[in-house]
């Protein structure tokens, strides 16, 4: 934190005046915007501080969490950190913990990181044990999180714990829904009831999208036209046979007005029928 500016890390770095006074804010629920996030362990009190300096090495974790508890297994806290939009590229997370002399031994830490929400399994970890800030100082501990995400789009490389199904490729993230497509169409069921797959790579006979309306008729998709005067819908736009002008008036080969029809016996014609 800014308040700790001599520029070295590890325990018993502090400056105590200006921790004290920054301490007594916090307990107070004042000034938690200098840092990302604020673990207090002790609701009732709070006299002094671990700042975690927690910075990510090769990726920008879309959020963090912070836990600690005694060596006893006493005094267990945790809180979650949504990464902030406005956080630049690579900025480490600051996340002070409030403490208070409740928590005398050791403290035992870990600071999970995550590709993208914190409600997934965590990309990288780290668990620690530090001594117990002395009381008005505000110690601060440095945690470095490796993980890779090379093209930069968010999603971490499958080999360091993320879900990237293609981590040279930013247009290319995480695992994506597949369809069945059993007419081979292109388009996949758009069957509420239809079996879909979350992968990288679709299986066989499955496509990337829900469009095709009718799954067992290879003429019948979003990618036809209304090619068939035949009372089906063609293109799946809602609209059956739209594109033949279905009864509208017409003038019958023998004379007369009549209206247009599908002719039975070709299904890509009209007919005039009165
Ligand atoms: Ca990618
Ligand atoms: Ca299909
Ligand atoms: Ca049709
Ligand atoms: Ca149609």
Redesign the pocket.
Known sequence: MMAVASGCLGIGCTVPETDQFTLERLCEGQGSQAFEGVLRADPSTCDRGLELIVQPMGFNPGCIRAALWAKDGTGAASTVVPRNPNMSHGAAFHVVALLSDALRDELRLEVDAFEQTCDAAPVTSHAFTVGHPEKGQIAQSLIELPALDADGDGFISKGTGGTDCNDSDWSIKDKILWYPDMDGDGYGSNSNTAPVVRACSGPSQYANNNRDCNDNDSLISPGQA?LRCDGR??????????AFNIGATCVLPKGGRGVITCDPANPSRITCTG
């Not at 819908?233 to 739209?242: K, M, P, S, T």
């Open positions: 209304e819908d063609d293109n799946c736009d809602n609209r059956v046979d739209e």
